[in-house]
């Protein structure tokens, strides 16, 4: 990745933590509780589904910088999208935030700009919380999501 890239991508991280998109509860939504013991972050998952896809997807909680800014990009990402395009967003994702390697087969947007998190790998939980909290939301479970 080059330098230039890396700070807009740094840069959209650091705007999308400080004014987060569709953070706000719902009220009758499915919901789902995350925490990341290592950091101390928390959230919560507020999803709708209507018709099999995410009609409304929204979040609450505090955090660091990269989970306030993963949940946000990924509340953006998620409109529209059946459960099973969810979980295909969500493995891609996760292989980017481990690996730093881009899918070649999905577009994954300004998701994208997460690949950095590859290089510290204690932050790899901070992306993947609201990711982990939202299959949960999804599924109804109501028992609190831990990544560890
Ligand atoms: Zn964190």
């Not at 740094?10 to 950091?39: M, V």
């Not at 529209?80 to 994702?93: C, D, M, P, S």
Request: net charge negative; charged share 25%; proline share 3%.
């Amino acid at each position: 990745m080059n330098d230039e890239l890396k700070d807009l991508y740094q840069e959209i991280i650091i705007e999308h933590s400080k004014r987060p998109r569709n953070y706000r509860s719902q009220e009758s939504a499915r919901s789902a509780h995350g925490y990341n013991p290592l950091c101390g972050d928390q959230v919560e998952i507020f999803v709708k589904m209507n018709d099999g896809r995410v009609e409304d997807v929204s979040f609450q909680g505090s955090g660091c910088a990269i989970s306030t800014a993963s949940a946000s990009v990924m509340t953006e990402a998620l409109k529209g999208k059946t459960e099973a395009e969810a979980e295909e967003l969500f493995g891609h994702f996760h292989d980017l935030v481990t690996s730093g390697e881009e899918s070649d087969e999905l577009d994954l947007g300004k998701l994208a700009v997460f690949g950095g998190v590859s290089e510290f790998p204690a932050r790899v939980k901070c992306a993947t919380l609201c990711w982990h909290t939202l299959k949960a939301a999804i599924a109804g479970k109501d028992q609190p999501v831990t990544t560890e």
